[in-house]
């Protein structure tokens, strides 16, 4: 297995769980699962389950986030998250397309308020805000 730096290197990971999240933590912003493929070619990927299932496992583990509206995942950025009842919120850049990653208590307390008036008791939530970032704010 090929050892990385990543603080959320496990080795419990199989190799090829391993190398998607080196790909992911290595990234400068999210990327698809395709994107993905294309850079693990050469050490052995060719075929989109292979990457979707060491997705899945490292999402189940709370070491990737999925997304949703940009169909693309990011390596997270707080250890632990698979362990945290929280919301977890994602801020996107819509002009770079850069992505932060918020843990918020205020923010999970107030969801978490809002789903019980709904007499809904929530476990986890993920929230996604698009915008502008700062760096992109101040070079307009």
Do not use: W
């Not at 990737?64 to 509206?69: D, F, K, W």
């Not at 397309?97 to 999970?108: F, K, R």
């Amino acid at each position: 297995m090929t050892m990385s730096t990543d603080p959320h290197a496990d080795a419990d990971l199989t190799k090829n769980q391993q190398m998607v999240l080196d790909a992911l933590s290595g990234a400068d912003g999210p990327l698809s699962a395709y994107t993905i493929l294309d850079r693990l070619r050469e050490q052995g990927f060719r075929a989109p389950p292979q990457v979707y299932r060491a997705l899945d496992k490292l999402v189940e583990l709370g070491m990737v986030h999925r997304l949703e509206s940009l169909n693309a995942f990011v390596a997270c950025r707080h250890p632990g998250c698979d362990t945290h009842e929280e919301t977890i919120a994602f801020a996107i850049c819509d002009d770079c397309g850069q992505v932060a990653e918020i843990s918020d208590d205020a923010l999970s307390e107030e969801l978490g308020a809002i789903a019980g008036r709904a007499g809904f008791l929530l476990k986890k939530s993920t929230v996604e805000l698009r915008g502008i970032c700062d760096a992109c704010q101040t070079a307009s």
